[in-house]
């Protein structure tokens, strides 16, 4: 009725009209399809790779930094605490002045928990910085330790390295994740190094899945545990990939604050076995990634028997 509407205004001399006094004119037409105009417009490139031809970025178009696979050891850096009732994706990464941020995740990330906590990026960051110090010099056949990494270590008095133990930030909010289900709400996090929230409860599912999407793992604390998290706390997670590997649903970690440490439990309840795949390779891009892998060395294999 649309398209009569708009052939008959057409016809009318562009005044609005309907296609009722337009009857006669209607009848079945040939139809025609034009290839030239897709041929100018669409790139058909299904099998055609060009791996040797660089991609072309946009000015706001950056991908996503690489993401690890979770650490043996982990140590958390409480990068915020928040009491309110209920956290909304919205405060967690608002959205308007950041909509046209969503091709470029490291920009994003400067505003999650602008509206919240504003301090919180700069805490991430700096907990980020220590990590990607760890990383080089876990690397590096030799070198000297920095001295905040190897104080950082020497907290947890466990016979850990920093080859073997991760550290990144996390969150504790009451019930995060209401609202809209902005999978930016957890990207943003893990962009700035996030590796877990801490909650009583988990506002939405939806939530919940995206912060595994991104290999962050969604722990649940008793409410009476909360008082013992504030910001600045460091939390030691020994054996934490082998406790998701094995399917337990719950570790005991270790806050740290200055010369006390605490114990606090941290539950897992309900993660699936791909939930706890995706949480040890780092992210479901990773996990893809893997499984990718995996089937090509299948189909190998099954070419060699095939040819002898």
């Known amino acids: 009725m649309d398209a009569r ?33 897709y041929d100018k417009k669409v790139y058909r490139g299904f099998g055609k790779p060009e ?3 660089e991609l072309i970025y946009g000015p706001n178009i950056c991908p996503w930094p690489r993401v690890y696979p979770l650490a043996e050891n982990i140590m958390l850096s409480v990068a915020s605490v928040i009491t309110d009732p209920v956290t909304t994706t919205d405060e967690l990464i608002p959205s308007g002045e950041t909509s046209s941020l969503r091709s470029n995740p490291l920009k994003l990330a400067e505003y999650a928990l602008s509206r919240k906590d504003p301090g919180y990026v700069g805490r991430a960051k700096a907990v980020q910085a220590l990590e990607n110090t760890r990383r080089k010099r876990a690397d590096a056949v030799s070198g000297e330790i920095p ?32 609202g809209s289900a ?17 909650a009583e409860e988990y506002a ?26 504030m910001v600045g706390d460091w939390i030691f997670i020994p054996g934490i990939r082998k406790a998701v590997q094995s399917g337990a649903d719950k570790v005991t970690g270790t806050i740290i604050r200055g010369a006390s440490r605490t114990e606090i439990t941290l539950n897992m309840p309900g ?34 028997i095939k040819y002898i």
Request: hydrophobic letters at 35%; a positive charge.
């Open 51 to 53: 791996p040797e031809v």
């Open 182 to 198: 902005r999978e930016q709400a957890a990207s943003s996090q893990k962009v700035l190094g996030g590796q877990a929230n801490i």
């Open 147 to 178: 001295y905040d990494l190897k104080s950082l270590i020497a907290m947890t008095k466990a016979d850990v390295t920093i080859k073997n133990t991760g550290i990144g930030s996390t969150i504790f909010a009451v019930k995060p994740g209401d």
């Open 271 to 304: 993660l699936a076995k791909e939930d706890r795949e995706i949480i040890l390779a780092g992210c479901l891009m990773n996990y893809y990634s893997q499984q990718n892998e995996q089937q090509s060395e299948i189909n190998r294999k099954k070419a060699v």
């Open 5 to 37: 509407s708009i052939a008959a205004t057409a016809a009318n001399g562009g005044v609005l009209t309907s296609g009722e006094k337009y009857g006669e004119y209607l009848h079945d037409a040939e139809y025609k399809f034009c290839k030239e105009v």
């Open 204 to 229: 939405t599912k939806r939530y919940r899945s995206n912060l595994i999407n991104w290999g962050m793992i969604p722990f649940i604390i008793d409410p009476s545990d909360k008082s013992k998290l």
